[in-house]
């Protein structure tokens, strides 16, 4: 509430005095009429009589309500101006301070390791698909040399008839081919034939892959071998047999007929074999497999 002290002169004397209660207010108070200009008085603007019996001059106090709720709304604002301008002025500040030496190593590893993690899986499913390439390959092969097979077995029994018939009397008059009769031409040609057939089906059987037996000796808990038949990407689990004094982890891989670099991951180390040739040196040595 504020309120204004004028004298019986009209001179404003005090103005804009904030006051909780005026009804506490000292002095001589002149006295109401009626107890209705006393409530028309709370209801309206508070105003206040008193003289002052030293000088003999009247004052009079008008007090005017103010509310609060216009300023506080402004207040608020002005408040939430400044605080936004002190974020403002602080995050400049903040995004200038310099890194530490800690941050940047960590900043530069997490960004390395991501690479990383991204060149990992760009490869592995580059190695799917170039397993799901090799079986459709190995199917193709197996059911080529069944046909293969199916084509020797008939290729022998003709081989077996020209045999049969170059063996009986060559009538007189027969025709000859290169100084041999039609007969034992015909045999010639079809045991030529059966060679090289068996020669493919032999190539064929190089082509494809082959169990080939791996293990490992000694005290451990998990073996894993790697090497470049699959690109060092993923390798394979040994299994453990114990056999009292020592444990053997064995495996059996599918290989082709090739010469295989090889190593060993005993828990989570790198080690070699003796029981296979080694080759390369120092941290490129590696055991070397070959499978013929």
């Known amino acids: 509430m504020e309120c204004n002290v004028v004298s019986t002169a009209g001179k404003t004397v005090f103005t804009r005095i904030k ?31 008193w003289k002052n019996p030293k000088h003999h001059v009247s004052w009079r106090v008008c007090c005017t309500p103010v509310s609060l709720e216009g300023e506080l ?24 301070q310099p890194l530490s030496s800690d941050e940047l190593k960590a900043l530069l590893a997490d960004t390395e390791r991501s690479k990383l993690i991204k060149k ?24 080529f040399k069944s046909e293969l097979a199916t084509m020797e ?3 022998q029994a003709l081989v077996n008839l020209a045999e ?25 040609r079809l045991e030529a034939v059966q060679e090289k057939l068996k020669e493919q089906i032999k190539d064929l059987d190089a082509a494809q892959p082959k169990e080939v037996p791996l293990f490992w000796s000694g005290v451990a808990e998990s073996v894993q071998i790697m090497g470049s038949f699959d690109g060092w990407s993923e390798g394979e689990h040994l299994s453990p047999e114990y056999t009292g004094s020592y444990t053997m982890f064995t495996a059996t ?28 040196e120092g941290l490129m040595q590696n055991n070397l497999l070959i499978v013929e």
């Open 253 to 280: 891989l599918m290989l082709r007929p090739g010469r295989y670099e090889i190593k060993f991951l005993v828990d989570g180390e790198w080690q070699l074999s003796p029981k296979f040739p080694t080759v390369g």
């Open 73 to 96: 709304p402004s207040i608020q604002s002005k408040n939430f101006v400044k605080d936004e301008e002190s974020e403002f002025d602080d995050s400049p500040e903040e995004a200038q």
């Open 164 to 188: 049969e018939i170059a063996n009986y009397s060559i009538p007189d008059g027969s025709r000859k081919i290169k100084g041999k009769y039609v007969q034992s031409h015909l045999l010639s």
């Open 153 to 155: 077995l008939e290729f």
């Open 19 to 49: 006051m909780k209660n005026v009804d506490r207010i000292h002095g001589n108070m002149a006295g109401w009429s009626s107890v209705v200009d006393h409530q028309r008085l709370r209801k309206s603007n508070r105003v206040s009589f």
């Open 120 to 143: 990992l899986s760009e490869a592995n499913q580059h190695n799917r698909f170039l397993k799901r390439q090799l079986q459709t390959t190995e199917n193709s092969l197996s059911s």
